[in-house]
């Protein structure tokens, strides 16, 4: 554990522990709660799924992430640190939401009470795409690496996401 003396303040800089994972990442439970339910779109499954993707993330990133020497109190590296954590927990989530998805099948499709039921007609990659791109503002070069995707296929969903619920909404308006 190394001191450095700066003024005014020391700073500690240790290796971050689960308790210090857990305490950077649960500000980002909302939105990832929201990413979960885009592809289960079922309140238990999709909570369920936030686990398992953050349970996934440290088993399998455990070593580059709790041996991290990090300084918690230091606001800007906490924020990078986060946003990195938050696009690789999508990536985990991404993976093991689409399966799960398939597996459930149209039974989650009845629990709808938004009444959103085009979008979630849609195949579960390409709202998780479309919800990448249009509620968390990401470009598509890092939706490409959250979804691990190719570029093509990318704009491909987000192009045809968009087009088929247009072509939904228009069926819904007589002229």
Request: charged share 30%; proline share 4%; aromatic share 10%.
């Amino acid at each position: 554990m190394g001191h450095l003396r700066v003024p005014d303040r020391e700073l500690r800089i240790s290796p971050m522990k689960r308790i210090d994972f857990f305490q950077l990442v649960q500000p980002l439970t909302e939105k990832l709660y929201s990413m979960a339910y885009a592809l289960v779109p079922d309140d238990l499954q999709a909570e369920q799924l936030v686990i398992d993707s953050m349970n996934a993330f440290l088993l399998k990133e455990k070593k580059s992430v709790l041996n991290k020497e990090v300084d918690l109190g230091n606001k800007k590296q906490a924020q990078l640190l986060r946003r990195n954590y938050y696009k690789t927990l999508l990536r985990y989530m991404c993976d093991i939401g689409v399966r799960r998805s398939s597996q459930l099948g149209e039974a989650s499709l009845v629990n709808d009470p938004e009444g959103f039921r085009a979008f979630y007609g849609l195949d579960p990659k390409i709202r998780f795409v479309l919800k990448l791109r249009f509620e968390n503002q990401f470009n598509v070069e890092e939706i490409e690496e959250i979804a691990q995707l190719p570029k093509y296929e990318v704009i491909e969903k987000l192009h045809n996401g968009r087009f088929l619920l247009l072509n939904d909404l228009n069926r819904g308006v007589d002229v």
